[in-house]
């Protein structure tokens, strides 16, 4: 494994082909089937140039992970913060999430595959919760603020509704692996109002004039 301090731009964009090249083989073939050397013959290189980059699965595993995190980051987070009412955040929240998989569905279906089969040596899951947990806190705080405002009504728990929402969209990629025509714009237009109508507040707050 080279350190990344010591790096060259060739270096770099070797690991972002392999690493771009891992997602799209776990996706077409399944995590288990995703072996290093599948991997390397869809770059065109050899098994041995993939372990001069990366120490073993597990580490190109975790860089595929900050990977397609880092993407829908970067997918989402102008989405929803171009809005500035509860209502439109959560929609934007919603629609931009299942964007993302409608846009980058080997991304999201390599993820699904990660979180479902890949384990440590004892056997635990090697994917780390503490993604799904963060995004979920994430959530939960933009519906609490909403609450406050009297945008969203006040009588539901923030944690719960978060878990649904989330819980909501993470059934997403297991279909869309099952499934590759799947309408996902007709799913996120549906799970964005559905989520708006269990969310509003019937009488929200009016200012005193």
Do not use: C, W
């Amino acid at each position: 494994m080279i350190g990344q301090k010591e790096r060259t731009f060739i270096e770099t964009a070797r690991r972002a082909q392999i690493v771009a090249a891992a997602i799209e083989t776990i996706a077409e073939v399944g995590y288990t089937q995703a072996s290093m050397a599948r991997i390397a013959e869809r770059v065109g290189i050899t098994k041995g140039v993939v372990a001069y980059h990366f120490d073993g699965k597990a580490e190109l595993i975790r860089e595929i992970v900050a990977e397609v995190v880092g993407e829908s980051e970067g997918y989402m987070g102008p989405r929803v913060v171009a809005h500035s009412t509860g209502a439109d955040r959560l929609r934007a929240y919603i629609e931009s999430n299942l964007g993302f998989m409608s846009e980058y569905r080997s991304h999201v279906i390599a993820i699904a595959e990660i979180a479902r089969n890949a384990r440590r040596a004892d056997g635990s899951s090697s994917f780390d919760p503490a993604i799904l947990d963060a995004a979920s806190r994430g959530l939960a705080q933009l519906l609490a603020s909403y609450q406050g405002t009297g945008e969203f009504r006040a009588d539901f728990d923030p944690v719960v509704m978060a878990g649904a929402i989330r819980a909501a969209i993470d059934a997403v990629p297991r279909a869309l692996a099952r499934d590759p025509s799947l309408d996902v714009e007709h799913q996120a237009r549906e799970l964005a109002t559905l989520f708006d109508l269990a969310t509003r507040n019937p009488r929200p707050r009016t200012r005193a004039r």
